[in-house]
């Protein structure tokens, strides 16, 4: 009977241990539920991809051939944010933006899994340090929430690994250049080149 008790005592003691540390399991799963509630990207439902139309303006060139001068006219383009934000005075942080909505093209929506794949490299990538200079973006992501209201855009520059929001609530880290091909390989996929 001493063996027995010992042996019950022991499966006490473990079923005991357990519970407790399922309890345990269950509360970080609830706490990690809800601090993902909060965050901007748990209220995004639906995305479109877009591109970005370049800036154009007509130029009169002059030039001088065989001692002939000749006027050419050409169209010079370059890409631009359609992003129009007002920053606070003590540093670059954004308040708010204007998405100049006449310069977005061929917009594409995103499958559900498609944008929860598009969420996790905007928002769970691990965050790089350095940052290019040059910013030509040329692609963006449009965010609406459960009511189709647009919440923002996120601006994306594949050639120097730069995006910028259009409010500080979609604000995305500094991403790692395999973060940035993921990305294009979605844009390609729709058929965004």
Known sequence: MN??????FLL????LSFSGLAQEIDSVR??????YAELPQSKITRAELV????LCSDELHRVKVKGKLFKKKLQICYAESVLNCEYTDSEYTILDCEIDTTRLRNKTPVNEIDLDSILMILYDSPEVS????CYSPRHGILMYDQDDELIGMVEICFECDRTLASNSD???????GKAFNKLEQFFN?????
């Open 12 to 15: 006490l003691i473990l079923f």
């Open 189 to 193: 996929k729709y058929g965004l080149k």
């Open 3 to 8: 063996f027995m008790n010992r042996y019950l």
């Open 51 to 54: 591109q970005l139309a370049p």
């Open 30 to 35: 609830t706490d990690s539920l809800l601090s």
């Open 170 to 176: 979609l604000e995305v880290k500094l991403l790692s």
């Open 130 to 133: 350095y940052l290019a200079v």
